[in-house]
Structure formats: structure tokens, C-alpha cells
């Protein structure tokens, strides 16, 4: 299997992905604005958002994957789908009653997520009744996860790498359609982010009939309960929910501060946010979807080589292409933001304000990147208790720079706290698998980083200097234009990079990979 071949499909696929979600986000800044009710929406929508993080694409993805690779390399399909039978009857079960839970005590969970609302009553009410309305999106993206994980095993990766654009697609219909009949227009939004995540669900099914192992639901979640994998899987997943929700918590945290912040606080932090996660899902999320049951195999079959070659080739392609990409943050946010998100009620103010939560962001995002890249090499090899000792540490390193960044650049400040936290995590990932001799690094990654440096000083004067012939905010009523600048200022940017890389001696067929299969 073509690493590459792989990767640029996954990036495409989510490629689109972000594309429709970015019209999403931009027809929402659009006809929303940032205010107190788009604070309220996405408080609410964060919630659950985090705990399908937390338990979707977090713990259970990296503690289900290795043993079902396990499972089908060793064991058969037979024993591999009694396995999935087994595991989605458990986790059917278990999200049901979550999901209640979660409904029935959405006060109490924003008492403690976001009390920075209680000041403000009608908000509050607002935002626990569109908690309500989107909370069971974490039942329908954790069957999502679980489709995803069977379905990347059998190195089916385009439909759930496509399943996001279904999401959009719903919201923006939702937003154009629903929204506009409601008294209250933000409630539509809630009601979509309900039908989007079913939607995902729904448009896995057909791919898991085809290979044979769509799960067949039990009545009795004991039976399943019974079964050593599960049992595996699920002692697994308890560090890993630890490691996960460390970051997880220091979000909520940073959710709570933003809430008593100044209204549009959060909408602004989550528009930096949006544009973060395009290179991160690019690169990170489609890295880490390929890694995953690559090295599981390795590990399976016990082929050490074959580990490392796999982390060395994902860090050399991060390190090429993720930093450009958080030089761009760092460099151009109010050209990004303006471009993107300085329409109708979205004004000048709220662009400067994402701005800086952009930069913030770009100066962290090699860290956030490479952190999906380095855990799946402990994930892989069923290793858990190690991330969780990272995570846990970096959960306070971050609060303790919140301390230090907030009160000199509010919002932002956060943000940044997010990013640099990230990069010690990466480096105690990196650390730890050197230590175990798991990762051992090809020869010349010294005069590689040498030559990534030169490129991006070159890259980063010339995207200032392109950045500054623009008035980017004065080009509202002009937004063809400003389409234009920003396109031709990508493009210069890129051209510039890359051109600089192959004077060096940079060339594709140095990154190609070819994994065993």
C-alpha cells in the first residue's frame, strides 16, 4: 500500500471536508455574528463535541484499533466479528444511558463547564436547551468511531474520512432552511448538529455490510461484557481516557474562562479554532487515521523496522508540511480571517479579536500535529499508561500557563496556552519513545530541519511583504478582490516554499512509503 497514494485520498476527502465546513463556519459568522447567543451555541455544542473527542475519537478509537488489528491478523474474521458483535452491543448500551444522563443533567454539566453563564440567566437557559438538542451527537459520532475503526482496519478509509461533508452539508441545509422559521434562528443550528451526526452514522452502513462486519446489536450488554477482548479493549480505554481527557478538561477549563470573558469571546476562539483544525485534520488527523493500523500490524507480526520506518516517515511529512502551514497562522490571520469570516454581522472588531487567537494557534500548531503522529506509537503497541503520565502533566503545564498568558492577551491567551502545551507533549512523546528504543530516527534530520528553516524565513518575508500592499478590512464591499489577494498571497507563499525546498534538493520521491500490507 502507497503511503502517499493513501494520504493524499484521506486529505482529499477531508480536504472537502473542511472546504464545506468552512462555508459552514463562514455563513454562520455571517448571518450570526459573535454575540451572546453564538457563545451560548457553541458552549453547548462543545460538550458534547469534547466528550465524542473524549470517548469517540479519543480513548476508544486508540484502545479498539490495535486489538482489532490484532484480532484480524491473528485470530480470523470469524473471531474478529464475534469481537465487533461484542463491542458495539457494550457501547450501544453504554451510550443510551449516557445519553439520558446527559440530557437530563445538562444544568449541572454547565454549572461546571461554563458558570460563567449563571450571570447571565436567559443565555444560560438558552444554552441548556441546545445542550439538550445536540447531546445525543456523542452516541451517534461514538458508532461513527466505531464504524471508522473497523472500516480504517480493513484500509477502507474514504467513507469515514468522508463522513464530516455529510455533517456540513446537513448544517448549512439547516442554517438556510430551518433556522430562518425560527423564532429563536440559533436553535435550527442545534437541531442540525442532532440530524448530521445520524446522517454519519447512517452512511457507514453500507460499507461495513460490504466487508462483513457491520455489528449486530445484542439484548444483553452482560453476554458481550463476557468476552476477554472486550474486557482488553475496555482496561485499555480506562488510561486512555485519562490520557485524552486531559486535554480534554484543560478545553473545558478554557471554555469556562472564555464564558466570563467579554461576549463574542468564545465565538472568536472558535473561529481561530476552525481554521487551526484545517492543517491539523490534513495532516494530523489523516496521518494519524493511516499510522494507526500500520503499526499495529508491525506490531502484531513483530516487524521493529517497520515501526520506525512508518513514525520517521510520518514526522518528515509533518515537519514539511505543518510548518509552513503554522508559519501562514502566525504570519497572515487578518488576511485568513477578514477573507473568510468579515461578512454581514461579522465586523472589523471580531476579526482583529480572532486574529490574535489565530496567531496564537499558529505558533503551536507543529506540537498539536505532531502530537497525532507520535501517540499512535505507544496506542499501537497497547502502551496507554505512558501517554497518560504525559497528558496529565501537560493538563497542568497548560493551566499554568493560562495563568501567565491570560491576563496579558485574554482570549488569545488561551489559545496559546492550548498550542505550547501541545508542544511539550510532543516533545515528552518523542522523549519516551526514544527512550524505549522504539523510535529510531533515519540519519540527516539535522541538515532536514536546516533547510525547512531557510525555506520558511524565506516563505514568512515573503508572505509579510504580499500581506502588507492589501487593505484587507477596507475590501469588505469588495469581497471578489479580497478573494483574489488572498488566493494570490497563498500562492506566492507556496510557490516560494517549495521552490526553495527543490533548490535545496528537496524532492517528492524522498517522501514516498510504501507499507507492508
Known amino acids: 500500500m502507497n503511503l502517499i497514494k493513501t494520504l493524499a485520498s484521506i486529505s482529499g476527502m477531508t480536504m472537502?471536508?473542511?472546504?464545506?465546513?468552512?462555508?459552514?463556519?463562514?455563513?454562520?459568522?455571517?448571518?450570526?455574528?459573535?454575540?451572546?447567543?453564538?457563545?451560548?451555541?457553541?458552549?453547548?455544542?462543545?460538550?458534547?463535541?469534547?466528550?465524542?473527542?473524549?470517548?469517540?475519537?479519543?480513548a476508544f478509537s486508540q484502545a479498539f484499533v490495535p486489538i482489532l488489528a490484532e484480532y484480524k491478523t491473528q485470530q480470523g474474521n470469524a473471531a474478529t466479528k464475534e469481537l465487533v458483535d461484542h463491542v458495539g452491543?457494550?457501547?450501544?448500551?453504554?451510550?443510551?444511558?449516557?445519553?439520558?444522563?446527559g440530557i437530563i443533567g445538562a444544568p449541572v454539566i454547565l454549572y461546571f463547564a461554563a458558570n460563567g453563564l449563571l450571570k447571565k440567566p436567559e443565555i444560560f437557559s438558552a444554552t441548556v436547551l441546545m445542550t439538550r438538542i445536540m447531546f445525543p451527537y456523542i452516541g451517534f459520532m461514538s458508532m461513527v468511531a466505531l464504524a471508522g475503526g473497523i472500516l480504517n482496519t480493513w484500509r477502507e478509509f474514504k467513507i469515514p474520512a468522508f463522513t464530516p461533508v455529510i455533517y456540513n452539508l446537513t448544517s448549512i441545509a439547516f442554517m438556510l432552511g430551518l433556522s430562518r422559521w425560527m423564532e429563536t434562528p440559533i436553535y435550527g443550528q442545534a437541531i442540525g448538529v442532532f440530524v448530521g451526526g445520524l446522517l454519519q452514522l447512517w452512511i457507514q452502513v453500507?460499507?461495513?455490510?460490504?466487508?462483513?462486519?457491520?455489528?449486530?446489536?445484542?439484548?444483553?450488554?452482560?453476554?458481550?461484557?463476557?468476552?476477554?477482548?472486550?474486557?482488553?479493549?475496555?482496561?485499555?480505554?480506562?488510561?486512555?481516557?485519562v490520557a485524552v481527557s486531559a486535554s480534554q478538561i484543560s478545553i473545558l477549563i478554557n471554555t469556562s474562562l472564555a464564558s466570563g470573558m467579554v461576549a463574542g469571546s468564545t465565538t472568536w476562539l472558535v473561529n481561530a479554532d476552525r481554521l487551526m483544525e484545517f492543517p491539523t485534520a490534513l495532516l494530523g488527523v489523516a496521518l494519524g487515521t493511516i499510522l494507526l493500523p500500520g503499526l499495529s500490524k508491525a506490531n502484531a507480526d513483530g516487524d521493529t523496522a517497520e515501526y520506525s520506518a512508518l513514525l520517521d516517515w510520518g514526522l518528515r511529512l509533518t515537519f514539511l508540511l505543518a510548518m509552513p502551514a503554522g508559519v501562514a497562522l502566525a504570519t497572515i490571520p487578518i488576511p485568513l480571517t477578514a477573507t473568510l469570516f468579515h461578512h454581514g454581522a461579522f465586523d472589523a472588531h471580531a476579526v482583529q479579536m480572532t486574529s490574535n487567537a489565530l496567531v496564537a494557534y499558529g505558533?503551536?500548531?507543529?506540537?498539536?500535529?505532531?502530537?497525532?503522529?507520535?501517540?499512535?506509537?505507544?496506542?499501537?503497541?497497547?502502551?496507554?499508561?505512558?501517554p497518560v503520565k504525559i497528558a496529565v502533566s501537560v493538563m497542568i503545564a497548560t493551566q499554568l500557563m493560562n495563568l501567565v498568558f491570560v491576563p496579558k492577551f485574554a482570549h488569545a491567551g488561551l489559545a496559546l496556552s492550548v498550542g505550547l502545551g501541545a508542544c511539550v507533549n510532543a516533545s515528552f512523546l518523542f522523549i519516551g519513545l526514544r527512550r524505549r528504543g522504539i523510535f529510531h530516527p533515519r540519519k540527516g534530520w539535522g541538515m532536514f530541519l536546516l533547510k525547512l528553516l531557510a525555506a520558511l524565513l524565506l516563505m514568512a518575508f515573503v508572505s509579510l511583504w504580499i500581506s502588507d500592499q492589501f487593505d484587507w478590512l477596507a475590501m469588505k464591499h469588495t469581497p471578489l478582490r479580497r478573494i483574489g489577494a488572498l488566493f494570490l498571497l497563498i500562492l506566492a507563499s507556496v510557490i516560494t516554499y517549495f521552490s526553495a525546498l527543490g533548490l535545496m534538493g528537496f524532492r517528492p520521491r524522498d517522501f514516498r512509503k510504501v507499507a507492508k500490507i
Open 16 to 58: 472537502l471536508s473542511r472546504v464545506t465546513g468552512l462555508a459552514r463556519d463562514v455563513l454562520f459568522s455571517t448571518y450570526f455574528g459573535a454575540n451572546a447567543m453564538t457563545d451560548a451555541y457553541n458552549i453547548a455544542f462543545r460538550i458534547p463535541n469534547l466528550l465524542r473527542r473524549l470517548f469517540a475519537e479519543g
Open 206 to 241: 453500507p460499507a461495513l455490510v460490504k466487508i462483513g462486519m457491520l455489528p449486530r446489536i445484542g439484548w444483553r450488554p452482560a453476554t458481550a461484557w463476557q468476552d476477554e477482548g472486550v474486557r482488553r479493549i475496555i482496561r485499555n480505554m480506562l488510561p486512555a481516557i
Open 363 to 386: 505558533l503551536g500548531l507543529i506540537g498539536l500535529i505532531v502530537v497525532k503522529i507520535l501517540a499512535p506509537g505507544f496506542y499501537a503497541r497497547q502502551d496507554i499508561r505512558t
Open 89 to 101: 452491543t457494550l457501547l450501544t448500551w453504554a451510550l443510551l444511558i449516557t445519553c439520558m444522563l
